[in-house]
């Protein structure tokens, strides 16, 4: 009998440039934490403008995309009447780390308040709120061993 080192076998982990999904949308999560700190306390515009250097996807062309790429997806779900959506925003248009982030991934955005129910009722088991973050594998998966504690 072959002794064991006493640890579980893992499936394959998705990578991007040696980083794991996972560690990459944590690097994410960081980065975006340590700027709401101090960005979401500026006024809000009247809706998110997807503008600035960071190529934004549909839900559609971004899956298509990220199965050819072998790319992540950094998922936004938003609303046009959510001030803390439109400054989110304004953090992906303007940020530089953010910018050099986005390159490792594809990015999407589906507003909530306009998009078909089955895209939308996809990612309720994580909540109805907005802004949210979801982080897909290149296959469309969700990145389920990043979860909030809340």
Known sequence: MAATS???AHAP???IRGLAVASLARRWLVALAAIACS???APARAEIRFEGPIHWANWHDGLKTAAAKKK???LLL???ACPKCTLLGEVFKSNKEVHKLAKDMVMV???SGTAPMDIVNRFARFGNYVPRIVFLKPDGSTVDDIVSNN
Do not use: C, I, Q, Y
């Open 39 to 41: 960005s979401l306390a």
């Open 109 to 111: 955005h589906v507003n």
């Open 72 to 74: 992540p997806v950094l």
């Open 78 to 80: 938003f609303t046009d």
């Open 13 to 15: 982990m998705h990578t």
């Open 6 to 8: 006493g640890r579980r």
